[in-house]
């Protein structure tokens, strides 16, 4: 099974800052990699899709990077309605998600 | 309006079994494959399992494999996940996920609210 890694496993940060958060996977998924955002109480909206292509919807500040075990995750300005956690996902070899980054305000 | 309502989420004791459905609406529901994506309380999330958009080709976690049973039916806009012999882990939140594209990678873009299970003696 492929597991992914992410970090850090909790940011904080104060609104307008430059967000980065890290996917690893413990073998390479080429591009096959989801971004996604929860907030509590409600289910996972998509981001980001095959590393880099932005979801229809999706605000431009949100951007990804990456390919076969490295991938990152950037929210250009982070925003209020930002406060979340993210996940990624690989897509690769069945399904398994990272244990998710929880974005608090500072 | 495209939506997924999962239904038939309870609490049971372990060992017990409980089937879970998934009716959706507004798209055209036979081609995509679906999922069930569960994520315990306060945790992270695991995809359950997946089935193909015809219904043939099924796939699970390891942690369920032998235990749940995804199944789907076409004319009646449903996808089912059975679960039988459950354990305490297996309580969580279980949310019905479509796949983003027609016979694409598995990466979801449309979730349902999600249904709650608790297993617990």
């Known amino acids: 099974d492929i597991q992914m890694t992410q970090s850090p496993s909790t940011l904080s940060a104060f609104v307008g800052d430059r967000v980065t958060i890290t996917c690893r996977a413990s073998q390479s998924i080429s591009s096959w990699l989801a971004w996604y955002q929860q907030k509590p109480g409600k289910a996972p909206k998509l981001l980001i899709y095959r590393a880099s292509n932005l979801e229809s919807g999706v605000p431009s500040r949100f951007s990804g990077s990456g390919s076969g075990t490295e991938f990152t995750l950037t929210i250009g300005s982070l925003q209020p309605d930002d406060f979340a956690t993210y996940y990624c996902?690989?897509?690769?070899?069945?399904?398994?998600f990272g244990q998710g980054t929880r974005v608090e305000i500072k | 309006e495209v939506q997924l309502v999962e239904s038939g989420g309870g609490v049971v004791q372990p060992g017990e079994s409980l089937r879970l459905s998934c009716e959706v609406s507004g798209f055209n529901f036979g081609i995509y494959d679906m999922g069930w994506v569960r994520q315990p309380p306060g945790r992270g999330l695991e995809c359950v399992s997946i089935?193909?958009?015809?219904?043939?080709?099924?796939h699970y976690a390891d942690s369920v494999k032998g235990r749940f049973i995804i199944s789907r039916d076409n004319s009646k806009n449903m996808v089912h996940l059975h679960m039988e012999n459950l354990r305490v882990e297996d309580t969580a939140t279980y949310y019905c996920?479509?796949?983003?594209?027609?016979?694409?990678?598995?990466?979801?873009?449309?979730w349902g609210r999600g249904t709650l299970v608790s297993v617990s003696s």
């Open positions: 996902q690989q897509y690769n070899s069945y399904s398994t």
């Open positions: 996920a479509k796949v983003r594209i027609p016979a694409g990678k598995w990466y979801f873009g449309l």
């Open positions: 089935i193909s958009g015809s219904g043939v080709r099924t």
